[in-house]
């Protein structure tokens, strides 16, 4: 009878058996180890639901092997799912599919190996949790000195306390840097989902160094089990069974991810992928520095937050120091963004401005005007100038260039450098900084966000006043000083056209026509900064996702699932691969977690371990290194073979030429 291909002919019974609304079972079926497929074909993506659907030849085959009548029977409900626009209907097929999947996964994963269940993460309550969370708080708030800043915190706390009473939906933590926002606002989600019985609270973040930092938060609160830090760089050569079982599905109390993860797989196809979504249903995610969400893909991450919490029970909190405008209609011409309705975002702090006035704990000066570029060099000697100075710029190049006018000993910091490499490096700044030992530091961006260091003085390459504000948190972050000292300048070059160079000049025109409230830092201030800024961009759905997810026809489920997903990168030019880098911790021996992947295969355990020692390489540099002999695939995943690659001070060196003698 030959091979039957079983998920078309499954499909085409959904349908002939529900009619139009049996499209869902059909997207389900058709796609449930391939990924979930378009409706209708795109150019270059593959097979489509709408031409499985003509497999009845497939379908008779099937029936002639005698399936199941009480399975042939099931049909879905004559109602259609009652949703209020377009935008709703590719997210509950979605929601059913990790259902699908995820159940499958861990059947199968239970099947082959029905000893793993440490695999599983801890299933601590959130009742528990918060008696652990407020035995913490307690003790650190006891020990505090007695300060206006400390008093402040408190009343930040206390505010994140009282208003989880508040029904479901959307909210804003609007906190100054140094305000304890990572505490504070998991008192807010601990204390509203026990509320309202939410399952989980999920901490998304935009940068992996500052996930390694708050993770260590959250573990030293509630312990290492009821914590899990998910911001895999992974993605398998080889999509197999393993690789697939080895991926999260977020089934733990607490998650700390990126937004990568979070969005990403809210917009994925992949059955890996898409399996954790359902655990998103009625949680309370926080977005931890909510400004920088990708301006060029807002509008479908508007649209999918907006349906979380209209239609899925969760609660969504944006957090940051420098509120982006996000309600109403921003923008200008025929390139506006749909922000989420007027007074549906609920602000979670009693008085922000207050907050701010008392955070207020540095100067802002210009090296020169706003329009004045200055040479690396000058940036070089004004840094030696004091003892100790820290200075971020805007590209890995930009760090490289002057890391190398500076006196031996300056420390550098990018992502080239692993996560283990970079917090080894943190601790020895702030053991030199708390021991006033001297220390220059030239760090990418990385540091400038939820890093917890305090520097006297810090110089920002200018950039939009979000990230000048962020830098400037850097900067006497414990209110040791009267005043701490933020220099901002121009760097010798502006970053190439796109959304940097729009930052940057939105930024200029900040301090140029409004210089004091600029330098004031104060909420509104960035509600300025934001408009100026998204009236500048071209677009906000850059890859036209909505069209592909929430056109005319959606509601007749014609969805192009698997376009989509292959349009929405938050990482663009071209596509990012992690690379588990040879670094020698001193705590941790690598060499070892490399030949566990090579002789026992990928599991979520080891990929955790992983993550310590792997750095995102554009895929342009990982097949030069591929090349050159210079990596190697183990199991699925890329592996650093030459010593020349990795570098104890710079990190990765995409650039290095293989070692022949090694």
């Excluded at 079972?25 to 150019?43: M, N, R």
Aim: net charge neutral.
């Amino acid at each position: 009878m030959g091979k039957i291909d079983h998920s078309s002919a499954g499909a085409l019974h959904a349908v002939q058996k529900n009619g139009p609304i049996g499209k869902i079972l059909a997207y389900l079926i058709a796609g449930h180890h391939a990924g979930l497929p378009d409706w209708e074909h795109q150019p270059g993506v593959g097979g489509t639901l709408s031409g499985r659907l003509n497999s009845f030849e497939n379908l008779q085959k099937a029936l002639n092997g005698n399936p199941p009548q009480d399975i042939l029977d099931v049909s879905l409900p004559t109602s259609r799912p009652c949703f209020k626009d377009n935008e709703a209907v590719h997210v509950w097929i979605r929601m059913l599919y990790s259902c699908l999947v995820d159940a499958d996964f861990l059947d199968t994963e239970s099947f082959m190996s029905p000893n793993k269940a440490d695999l599983h993460a801890n299933s601590s309550s959130l009742e528990k949790l918060k008696v652990a969370f407020d035995s913490f708080m307690e003790k650190k708030q006891t020990e505090a000195l007695q300060s206006p800043v400390n008093h402040a915190r408190t009343a930040i706390l206390n505010d994140c306390n009282n208003k989880a009473e508040l029904v479901p939906g959307l909210f804003s933590l609007t906190v100054p840097t140094g305000g304890g926002k990572t505490l504070s606002s998991m008192a807010f989600a601990l204390n509203h989902a026990i509320r309202y019985g939410k399952k989980r609270i999920i901490i998304a973040i935009p940068y992996t160094s500052i996930i390694e930092q708050t993770a260590d938060v959250y573990r030293k609160v509630f312990g290492t089990d009821a914590v899990l830090e998910h911001h895999s760089n992974f993605d398998s050569e080889k999509e197999d069974l393993k690789s697939r079982l080895a991926t999260e599905n977020w089934d733990a109390p607490i998650i700390v991810t990126t937004n990568i993860q979070l969005f990403e797989s809210l917009f994925a196809s992949k059955s890996s992928a898409c399996r954790k979504l359902h655990n998103m249903v009625n949680s309370v995610i926080v977005l931890d520095e909510a400004q920088m969400l990708p301006t060029e893909y807002l509008q479908p991450i508007v649209s999918v937050l907006k349906v979380l919490t209209e239609f899925f029970k969760t609660s969504v909190v944006l957090c940051t120091a420098t509120q982006p405008v996000l309600s109403g209609q921003i923008g200008s011409g025929q390139k506006v963004l749909k922000g989420f309705s007027e007074g549906s975002v609920r602000e979670l702090m009693t008085n922000p401005d207050k907050l701010f006035e008392i955070f207020q704990r540095v100067t802002i000066q210009m090296v020169g005007s706003s329009d004045d570029r200055q040479e690396w060099q000058t940036i070089a000697e004004k840094l030696c100038d004091w003892e100790q100075a820290l200075c971020i710029v805007n590209t890995r190049n930009n760090c490289r260039e002057l890391h190398g006018l500076m006196p031996e000993g300056t420390v550098h910091l990018s992502a080239l450098m692993c996560p283990e490499h970079r917090s080894e490096v943190i601790a020895g700044i702030k053991s030199k900084l708390r021991d006033n030992v001297p220390v220059h530091v030239i760090s990418t961006q990385l540091l400038e966000a939820g890093v917890d260091i305090d520097f006297p003085v810090v110089f920002r390459a200018f950039t939009g006043l979000d990230s000048i504000a962020q830098a400037a948190g850097r900067c006497n972050r414990e209110g040791k000083l009267e005043k701490g000292q933020v220099f901002v300048f121009n760097p010798p070059k502006p970053p190439p056209a796109g959304i940097m160079l729009k930052a940057e000049q939105a930024g200029q025109e900040m301090f140029r026509v409004y210089p004091e409230l600029a330098a004031s830092l104060m909420p509104e201030a960035f509600r300025q900064y934001f408009h100026l800024y998204f009236n500048r961009l071209n677009d906000f759905d850059k890859k036209q996702i909505m069209d592909l997810l929430a056109g005319p026809d959606a509601r007749q489920f014609n969805i192009q699932f698997r376009t989509a997903a292959l349009r929405f990168k938050l990482i663009d030019d071209a596509q990012q691969h992690g690379l588990v880098v040879r670094y020698q911790s001193g705590t941790t021996n690598n060499e070892k977690l490399i030949d566990q992947l090579r002789f026992g295969g990928p599991n979520r355990i080891l990929m955790r371990k992983l993550q310590r020692f792997s750095v995102n390489v554009y895929d342009r540099d990982l097949q030069e290194m591929r090349k050159n002999g210079m990596i190697e695939e183990v199991n699925g995943i890329w592996v650093q073979t030459d010593k020349n690659l990795y570098d104890s001070v710079f990190g990765l060196d995409v650039k290095a030429t293989p070692n022949l003698y090694w």
